[in-house]
């Protein structure tokens, strides 16, 4: 499937608003150590860089991160020197991780999560151990990047089940979707994954 195609499918499929092509730009020194593709704020707009361009697989993703923040959702996920608690900025990271996986697997349904390595992390998730979760980081962005995407591509996983299961996207997607950005980010955690795993 070509960029354009993918980035129209999501925004369809997601009822978000369209827009603009972002630029695409090759740049493996950028990513070492930090993915295939990532989304990139500055003041001449929204950029995707990836490491490979011959290896699209994670544009998915990332055109749902855009698509995502150009339709409104607050953009302090993308600024860490922003005046917000470290945990409502670390599950803010959780939910727009959950949303971008979600919108990869629109796109391409056989993608799986990586695997949770943080000792104890999904025994927490599956017995919903809410005090652990609301403080499973370390309190550094760098280290913490992987378990917020552990996090959120868990439950991105378990939202795209649910939906395919029942049917019923609107309620679950409009949660995500509306609430991120909001004052408590775990809360909106919480009530997804009460929800995805009934």
Not at 23 to 50: C, F, S
Not at 76 to 89: A, G, M, Q, S, T
Not at 131 to 140: A, C, E
Request: aromatic share 10%; net charge positive.
């Amino acid at each position: 499937m070509n960029p354009k195609k993918i980035l129209r499918t999501i925004e369809s499929y997601l009822n978000l608003k369209p827009i603009k092509m972002p630029k695409i730009e090759e740049d493996p020194k950028y990513l070492r150590g930090i993915g295939t593709a990532a989304v990139i704020q500055d003041e001449t707009g929204l950029t995707i860089k990836i490491k490979d361009k011959s290896k699209l697989e994670r544009l998915d993703e990332e055109f749902t991160h855009i698509v995502d923040i150009v339709s409104g959702t607050p953009t302090r996920i993308l600024e860490y020197d922003c005046p917000v608690k470290y945990r409502n900025r670390f599950y803010d990271n959780v939910l727009i991780e959950a949303l971008g996986y979600y919108g990869s697997k629109i796109v391409t349904p056989r993608r799986t999560p990586i695997r949770i390595k943080h000792e104890g992390l999904k025994e927490s998730i599956e017995r919903k151990e809410w005090k652990k979760l609301k403080d499973f980081y370390q309190g550094d962005l760098d280290l913490d990047r992987r378990t917020w995407h552990e996090i959120g591509y868990d439950l991105g996983e378990k939202i795209y089940r649910y939906i395919q299961k029942t049917g019923n996207k609107e309620p679950i997607l409009s949660l995500l979707i509306k609430n991120r950005g909001g004052k408590k980010p775990f809360e909106v955690y919480k009530k997804i994954l009460k929800q995805v795993t009934k």
